[in-house]
């Protein structure tokens, strides 16, 4: 797998998790705990996405 490739796919990722935590905040009575998990998984994946892309 090439850096690019990687790149894309935690973009993807990303998207993916960008998504549930907006469903997870739109309901009635959230839970902070998954919210703060969704959160907490998608600032890791744009960690990653910024450390590859400054190789």
Known sequence: MTTTDRIDSLRSRHAT???KL???EGRPHPDDVTVHDLKRQKLA????IMRLERV
């Open 17 to 19: 998790l960008e998504a």
């Open 22 to 24: 907006e469903r997870e």
């Open 45 to 48: 994946i744009k960690d990653e």
